[in-house]
């Protein structure tokens, strides 16, 4: 993604490997700093994948497989090395499945650098061929819906949902972007509408409950990310996207999937199998250091909720556009 600095513009990626470290960006810090953060250790990798540091499914893949590079490079215990990585988040499909092929890659005797940065490379080539895809569908004039983040910072490089918006843009239509904030992290407010505003692509961020309110009045497309989808086609995205999904079925909004073939996961059989990530009560208690809870109240924080199949009118991903009864059609 092209960033604009205090030294100029800049092309940079979520997470690349340099000179024996795993560098990315801490998205933690966004919008406020560009910062980027660097290990030389798995263990430190697996950590900023369970902290946040890094984030969203494609990026968190990317990253583990860089950390699965790290542990051979030192010759640690690959196995060892596998199971703590996964152990990091439980929902996002592509953190298990980036291990495993990192696993395979290294079994066969590939070098492991190569092997991770041809890992990281694919998922942009991937995300370059769903905005390929995707983004005929976006039409001038089109109000387009996303939540949470599913562009570059999410998927190393150009994003799944912000794909076919960037390529649109690109191609010189002219929409206008909803990113719904995205309690209680703020990945739609701090994340994607950074990436948008650094494109210079017209959007407004719009607090989570105005969702429907805006659906209501003329949404042309919903287009959002996936963790992790079932081989029925049922999805897990951020905490939040069930309830725009059935909004968009109620006022007859197409509702758009993106994502690359890593999230499909054909062992789940249905969207009630997917792990839902429970995270901190502070995340959603907590802001800028202050609680704003009464001491006292609980807090529940499901990071991401499940959408089944019948909601989801098409998945975008690199081989096509799928209708959920098609997806078996991208089984490995
Ligand atoms: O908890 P996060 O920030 O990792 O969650 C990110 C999301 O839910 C994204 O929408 C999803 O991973 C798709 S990213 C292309």
């Known amino acids: 993604m092209r960033v604009r600095t205090e030294n100029g513009d800049r092309d940079i990626r979520a997470v690349w490997f340099e000179d024996g470290r795993v560098v990315m960006i801490d998205q933690r810090r966004l919008p406020h700093e560009l910062v980027f953060v660097s290990f030389d250790d798995y263990r430190d990798v697996a950590e900023a994948i369970r902290n946040m540091t890094t984030r969203g499914a494609p990026s968190i893949g990317a990253t583990a497989a860089y950390a699965m590079c790290l542990a051979a490079l030192k010759g640690e215990d690959l196995e060892t090395a596998a199971r703590d990585i996964k152990a990091a988040r439980p929902t996002a499909n592509d953190l298990f499945y980036a291990v495993d092929r990192m696993a395979e890659s290294l079994a066969e005797g590939a070098d492991p650098v190569e092997a991770a940065d041809a890992y990281a490379q694919s998922m942009v080539d991937r995300c370059i061929a769903i905005g390929e895809y995707g983004a005929p569908l976006i039409k001038d004039g089109f109000r387009v819906m996303t939540h949470c983040n599913a562009g570059a910072l999410a998927t190393v490089d150009v994003g799944t949902a912000l794909a076919p918006i960037r390529k649109a843009w690109a191609d010189g239509r002219r929409f206008f972007v909803y990113a719904s904030e995205t309690r209680p992290r703020l990945q739609g407010m701090q994340l994607t509408a950074w990436e948008l ?3 210079g692509i017209d959007h407004a961020i719009i607090p989570d409950g105005a969702s429907g309110h805006f659906i209501r009045q003329g949404v042309d497309m919903i287009i959002v990310g996936a963790d992790r989808i079932a081989a029925n086609g ?16 109620e006022f007859g909004v197409p509702f758009y999937v993106a994502a690359p073939i890593s999230t499909f996961d054909f062992d789940t059989a249905t969207g009630e199998d997917i792990v839902i990530e429970n995270r901190s009560e502070e995340e959603v208690t907590v802001v800028a250091g202050n609680r704003i809870a009464p001491v006292g109240s609980p807090a529940l924080n499901p990071a991401f909720d499940m959408t089944p199949a019948r909601y989801v009118t098409g998945f975008i991903t690199e081989k096509g556009i799928l209708r959920p009864s098609e997806i078996e059609k991208v089984r490995g």
């Open 197 to 199: 505003n650094q494109e």
């Open 234 to 249: 049922d999805f897990a995205n951020k905490i939040g996207t069930f309830e725009k999904a059935v909004l968009a079925k």
